[in-house]
């Protein structure tokens, strides 16, 4: 099942400029994470909060999560063309073998 | 090189034949599963497996079965009983079931004329 929303839908920006994609959730996790796909290719894992967590960091990448809100914030810094692509949240669910429950995604298009 | 393979990356498909998408991993993981994805969409979990020989139904296993004879390997078989089994089919694993991150093979299309 679903449970991640991605929002927006689809972002725009020029090369520089920070790109913030926000998750909401519906149930408690152990862990949120972030993947990034490629149009046609399969999904590359970003990151990976816990449910202790507020804020990770990696590279250019910032992720925070309030779970008393049960949302979660992916910031790219300086954008690059190359960031182009489908970014989604997943959430882990105990109760089938984690596999992850993934949201529909933020299409983001970065122009030079 | 150690990673996820999934063969083959386009496969047609006429209606009312079964067909099998490989998917195969170096990655020593114990943990294999199928994820369907349509357009503008996020993954569905179709099966997963945490061990060899033992295997469980996702949100959409209706139409498909899966076997897990070895680690290595997690085939998915897309029976004519799955009405509409035109979308892109995502392999991935990890250690082990439990806070880890999935790692994905390339993904086959599948289309049925």
């Known amino acids: 099942s679903q449970q991640g929303e991605e929002d927006p839908q689809a972002l725009s920006i020029q090369e520089g400029e920070n790109a913030t994609m926000n998750c909401s959730y519906k149930?408690?996790?152990?862990?949120l994470q972030w993947y990034r796909q490629n149009s046609g290719r399969g999904l590359v894992h970003l990151i990976l909060?816990?449910?202790?967590?507020r804020e990770k960091h990696s590279g250019r990448l910032r992720v925070t999560l309030d779970t008393s809100k049960k949302s979660s914030s992916l910031l790219i810094t300086a954008s690059r063309a190359a960031d182009t692509a489908s970014y989604f949240c997943?959430?882990?669910?105990?109760?089938?073998?984690?596999?992850?429950?993934f949201g529909k995604g933020t299409s983001l298009l970065v122009t030079p | 090189d150690g990673g996820i393979t999934q063969s083959p990356k386009y496969l047609f498909r006429k209606e009312g034949q079964n067909v099998t998408l490989s998917c195969e991993q170096n990655?020593?993981?114990?943990?294999m599963y199928w994820y369907r994805q349509d357009p503008g969409q996020g993954l569905r979990l179709i099966y997963y497996?945490?061990?060899?020989?033992?295997?469980q139904k996702g949100d959409i296993a209706e139409g498909y079965s899966v076997s897990r004879e070895k680690k290595e390997s997690f085939p998915l078989t897309v029976t004519s009983a799955q009405k509409n089994p035109t979308a892109f089919y995502l392999c991935?694993?990890?250690?082990?079931?439990?806070?880890?991150?999935?790692?994905f093979g390339p993904g086959t299309r599948l289309t049925v004329l």
């Open positions: 149930t408690s996790i152990n862990n």
């Open positions: 991935a694993s990890s250690v082990s079931g439990g806070v880890a991150e999935q790692f």
């Open positions: 997943a959430t882990d669910s105990s109760n089938s073998g984690y596999a992850l429950n």
């Open positions: 990655l020593n993981h114990d943990a």
């Open positions: 909060i816990r449910s202790n967590e």
């Open positions: 497996s945490q061990i060899v020989n033992d295997f």
